[in-house]
């Protein structure tokens, strides 16, 4: 009996001292993140569409994603003009782009080099216009890999941005 006894004064003072805790952290000093305009009001950056994969195995990371996983997944398609044939997974909320190089030109067949097992390529996330998106990031000095943006997997205008302005991460915009 003393032991619930002590249980319960134990429990009591935890209480008082988690909503004192609690009062404290609502009423102390409220630190924010400075509010800075990310992009121009003439374009909106929009949703992650999909992150790619460079595999050395098409066939076999295929297999795995739809016989493993349960994942729907796209036949290959193969895009002479960006040099990779690629395959989608369909995730529901986005979707997984897997990349195998067509040909020795392929900037995918560098990558896996350097990368044997494969591993993630680049991030896709969409903007609402790309043409003024691609724009202001210039004005923002952040480099693209090409000039103008050229038609993606998906049919839609892609462009894609330098990692070493990006955190280290190749980011590829598509026009939503």
């Known amino acids: 009996m003393r032991r619930v006894v002590k249980a319960a004064a134990w429990a009591a003072g935890a209480t008082g001292l988690f909503s004192r805790v609690q009062t404290s ?8 993140m400075p509010q800075h305009q990310a992009s121009s ?3 909106k950056l929009g949703r992650l569409n999909h992150v790619a994969i ?3 195995d098409l066939e076999k990371a295929s ?6 996983l349960g994942a729907q ?12 044939s690629v395959v989608f997974v ?9 990349l195998h190089p067509l040909g020795s030109d392929s900037p995918i067949t560098g990558f896996l080099q350097k990368n044997k097992a494969g591993g993630m390529h680049h991030v896709c996330i969409e903007v609402d216009n790309i043409n003024a998106a691609v724009m202001d990031l ?4 952040i480099r693209s890999l090409s000039d103008e943006a050229r ?4 049919g839609k205008p892609v462009i894609f941005l330098h990692p070493k302005d990006c955190g280290g991460v190749l980011v590829e915009l598509e026009e939503a």
């Open 41 to 43: 009001p003439v374009w």
């Open 90 to 98: 369909n995730l529901g909320n986005t979707k997984m782009e897997l």
């Open 25 to 32: 952290v609502a009423t102390g000093r409220c630190f924010s």
């Open 138 to 141: 210039k004005k923002k000095k």
């Open 54 to 56: 460079a595999v050395p």
């Open 63 to 68: 297999s795995f994603y739809r016989d493993v």
């Open 73 to 84: 997944v796209s036949e290959a398609v193969p895009l002479l003009e960006h040099g990779v």
């Open 151 to 154: 038609i993606g997997a998906h």
